[in-house]
């Protein structure tokens, strides 16, 4: 459905992206997903004509944007950041408007507008001025705008930002009610979004594309295996026979897998990877205790969300204040 | 088609706010006081000519219509940066504009439909002047061909200021600025032949050429001149080419 090849756009002193390359498939749902002024909003303003691209190529539907503008433009609906909203407007006058201007068809406007409004749930304030609704409700308005033509592809430029937890849950709620339909390209900075909503990602920073893998590999390769180190020594000095620490820690519940990393001084370091989603950190300590030998340490090694996109940014790591604390409104010193 | 629907939510946002009600009352005071002017010195100068007996020749159309038109040209001058402001800088400011740029619309079609909004207030300011000019007829008998002509040259003469003040708009996304830069440019093309006035030299008559009033004498007097109206033309046309290489610019650089 969209393909990126090479695209590069370059402003007169810096370049915004930089060789991307990706492609979408019909009734994908993606995310973009990259810190601010990492090239999101740029590509999606190539994708849908708004900026021409420096060089490379993007077509969407098997169109070129250069070549064939109106074609694209005609299979594309657009949420920009800040929703284009005429505030002097009725939300239904509104939504007729811009039905006339993506061409739908005199007969079905009234229905196509209807049915907009619905899947938004924005019926409810439909003869209104725009200037009165909240911000929650011009977000659902401005996603009712994107796909009144009913278009195959929606690119959606952080659908989320800016609005309360309650309206976040609605609007994301609703991007998943438009998955069906439409082939949906969303930007955002919230890591726990890309996971809720999207099938892939497209992680990119500094204009680069960092990481391109389906949201299931990511989260696993991000934050579903619990990664322990620990360090234990044989009481009294005893020395330790590594076979059978390696033995008995593998009975433990939850462990899937141990591994040596180091032994020196009597003392032993090992490595112990959690089966998903487990958390084997007490049973580990009690298991070494009870074998009769001393736990020296024991810490999770596994990266937070933030450190890996972080990491795969290319971010320094000093950065995050606290790694483990942030799960709710994105990562630490994202935001504007 | 796209343009018409441009055309009809231009004109629906001027009437929703203040603008169109304000430009369109200020220019009826202001006509209206022109109007009043010319009638009471008309009034009295007929008195006078008859009291004296020296039956000086007496026509409407030289003496009310031609200056009062001349006047509604230049009041014009001060409305037209008001109604421009707005077209292109408030949708660049508040990114309405990413909405039309990326709706299967041509530039083309989206200027025009601005263009034609604001002739169209323009036209309608107009039309509140042409009540008091109707009431001549009601006591006089006026030539009327002349008056048609005179609100031909007004249209003309507005639709090239408005081209003008559309590019300027689009060139920025303030609204003040478009106004005031606007207001400088329309002033300058008012003014521009006076340096040469009183001289017959290429320069003179090149500043004069360029005159959005120099032109406009000759539809006041009644005179429907093919170089006056492919003057307007064009200067529609340069003013409307240039927004168009405006929102063209916009997006190679933006």
Known sequence: MITVEGLTKRYANHVAVDNISFSVERGQIVGFLGPNGAGKTTTMRVLTCFLPPTSGTARVAEFDVLEQPMEVKKRIGYLPESPPLYPEMEVVEYLEYVGRLKGVPKESLARRVDEAAEKCSVGDVKSKLISKLSKGYRQRVGLAQAIIHNPDVLILDEPTSGLDPQQIIETRDLIKGLAGDHTIILSTHILPEVEQLCERVIIIAKGKLVATDTVQNLTSRLRGAETVAIEITGRNGAGLSTPDVLERLERVAGVSRVLERDSRDGGLTLMVESEQGQHIRPELARAVVEAGWNLNELHAVGLSLEEIFLELTGAPKADVAAPHATTVGGFAGGNQ | ?254
Not at chain 2, 2 to 12: D, G, M, Q, V, Y
């Open chain 2, 1 to 254: 088609m796209n343009t018409l629907t441009i055309l009809r939510k231009e004109l629906n946002s001027y009437f929703r706010s203040p603008i169109a009600y304000g430009v369109m009352f200020f220019f009826a005071v202001i006509a209206g006081y022109f109007f009043y002017v010319y009638t009471v010195s008309f009034v009295q100068y007929s008195i006078q000519s008859s009291m004296t007996g020296q039956s000086a020749p007496m026509s409407v159309n030289d003496q009310m219509i031609r200056p009062l038109l001349s006047n509604l040209a230049v009041i014009g001058l001060f409305f037209i940066p008001i109604i421009t402001m707005r077209l292109f800088a408030e949708e660049k400011r508040s990114g309405t504009f990413e909405l039309l740029a990326t709706s299967p619309v041509r530039d083309m079609e989206i200027i025009l439909g601005k263009w034609l909004a604001a002739v169209v207030l323009y036209a309608a300011m107009l039309g509140i002047s042409f009540v008091s000019m109707a009431t001549l007829f009601a006591y006089g008998k006026p030539d009327w061909r002349p008056l048609l002509v005179g609100y031909l040259g007004l249209l003309l003469q507005g639709g090239c200021l408005l081209a003008i003040g559309t590019y300027i708009s689009s060139c920025t996304r303030n609204q003040i600025v478009a106004a005031v830069g606007t207001f400088s440019v329309l002033l300058m093309l008012w003014v521009i032949d006076w340096v040469g006035s009183f001289q017959d030299t290429p320069l003179a008559k090149a500043t004069a050429y360029l005159s959005v009033t120099q032109h406009f004498d000759s539809f006041s007097k009644g005179v429907l001149d093919a170089k006056d109206v492919l003057y307007y033309a064009s200067m529609i046309f340069i003013g409307l080419f240039l927004t168009a290489r405006s929102l063209e610019s916009l997006r190679w650089r933006a």
